[in-house]
Every structure is written in structure tokens, then in C-alpha cells.
T-cell receptor, first 109, second 114 residues
Framework: AQRVTQPEKLLSVFKGAPVELKCNYS??????LFWYVQYSRQRLQLLLR??SRESIKGFTADLNKGETSFHLKKPFAQEEDSAMYYC???????????FGAGTRLAVHP | DAGVIQSPRHEVTEMGQEVTLRCKPI?????LFWYRQTMMRGLELLIY????????DSGMPEDRFSAKMPNASFSTLKIQPSEPRDSAVYFC????????????FGPGTRLTVT
């Protein structure tokens, strides 16, 4: 069955430190993966998708099919990066996404 | 486009009352999703529609929950009767634009049942 696993509920770092938010998936076909971000009391918004291979707000994510991972990385965390981050996998039909449980990133000054 | 619109933004009601949440998807999108978000359970998919037809409602927690999509520009999620454990933020999202799988979320409705 398709599944997205985000093993960390909370990731706490200091400003300027590198960040890596982990995401592993299980999917039988060719996955399409996304990272969504939710700032405090706001709506979820798309941060990046693997197919576009772009960097948004300094974040990047590389799809590793061998390790079935799509970890989100940023070399130098900023306080404004503090938010909830969700990894999501497309389910192949009807535009449905399967979301992970989310990881809360807390960046301290 | 104003994005996905949800109303009300906040709802406080007493246990046993009927609650109706409303959603207007982005024009041209053909898929609509209802999610519930709580601290304990995270983000849960309740039901989704494609071309106004319910595709999968297996995430709806109980018969007290029902959802409709009478046309392409409007959907409702109803809870009758409401219970305190229904307190959560309910999000609506739509997709189907050029970026096929990208879902656009509404601002959410924060429901409190006392």
C-alpha cells in the first residue's frame, strides 16, 4: 500500500544550522512527491515538487528511488522557517495525495 | 483568482447542534478534498470528489458526517449531531489545474464543539 513516513514529529535547530526533514515513501509505480508547508494558523501551501527540481526559500529535495526517500534540506535555517512540513505522494488517480504525519520545525535564535 | 474559499472561518457550537462547513474551489478545478486536522491525528483525508461525484468517503469518521457537491463551484461538509471530539480545523482543497496533482488549500474552518 502507498504510504508516506515522516519519522520525526519535531525537529529543533538553531538559526544558521543545516536542516534535513526526512520523508520515506512506499509506492509501486513512479511516484510524484511534494513538500507542503503550514505556517502558524495558516493554510497548507505547496513548497516544492520533485518533478520541478527547483529550490524554494533555500529548500531543496531530491528523490532517491533506491532509498525511497524525498528528504527536505536547507543549508542554513532561518527563524521564519519555523512551521509544520508535510511530505505528500500522489496516488496516481483523481489527483489524490497521501500525506505524511508532518514534522514541526522549530528554529531558535 | 481568490483561491479556495471556506466559510465560516471559525465556528463555535454546542454539542448536539448541526454544523455546516462550506467550500468554494478554484474555478476550473475538477477535484475537491475535505481534510480534518488535529494535534493528535494530524491531517486526515475525509472525502474527495471528482467532477462533483464522491469518489472515496472511507475517511469519514461516522455517519454523523456527510458531504455534498451539488455543482462544480460549491461543496458542504455537514456534521449532525456534533460532538466535542469533532473539534478540529477542517480544510478544503481543490486540484485539477495545469499542475495536475498540486492541491490548493483553503484557509480552514476552526470548529469548536462545547
Amino acid at each position: 500500500a502507498q504510504r508516506v513516513t515522516q519519522p520525526e514529529k519535531l525537529l529543533s535547530v538553531f538559526k544558521g544550522a543545516p536542516v534535513e526533514l526526512k520523508c520515506n515513501y512506499s509506492y509501486s509505480g513512479s511516484p510524484e512527491l511534494f513538500w507542503y508547508v503550514q505556517y502558524s494558523r495558516q493554510r497548507l501551501q505547496l513548497l516544492l515538487r520533485h518533478i520541478s527540481r527547483e529550490s524554494i526559500k533555500g529548500f531543496t529535495a531530491d528523490l532517491n528511488k533506491g532509498e525511497t526517500s524525498f528528504h527536505l534540506k536547507k543549508p542554513f535555517a532561518q527563524e521564519e522557517d519555523s512551521a509544520m512540513y508535510y511530505c505528500a505522494l500522489s496516488d496516481g488517480g483523481y489527483n489524490k495525495l497521501i500525506f505524511g504525519a508532518g514534522t514541526r520545525l522549530a528554529v531558535h535564535p | 483568482d481568490a483561491g479556495v474559499i471556506q466559510s465560516p472561518r471559525h465556528e463555535v457550537t454546542e454539542m448536539g447542534q448541526e454544523v455546516t462547513l462550506r467550500c468554494k474551489p478554484i474555478s476550473g478545478h475538477n477535484s475537491l478534498f475535505w481534510y480534518r486536522q488535529t494535534m493528535m491525528r494530524g491531517l486526515e483525508l475525509l472525502i474527495y470528489f471528482n467532477n462533483n461525484v464522491p469518489i472515496d468517503d472511507s475517511g469519514m469518521p461516522e455517519d454523523r458526517f456527510s458531504a455534498k457537491m451539488p455543482n462544480a463551484s460549491f461543496s458542504t461538509l455537514k456534521i449532525q449531531p456534533s460532538e466535542p471530539r469533532d473539534s478540529a480545523v477542517y480544510f478544503c482543497a481543490s486540484s485539477g489545474g495545469p499542475a495536475l496533482y498540486e492541491q490548493y488549500f483553503g484557509p480552514g474552518t476552526r470548529l469548536t464543539v462545547t
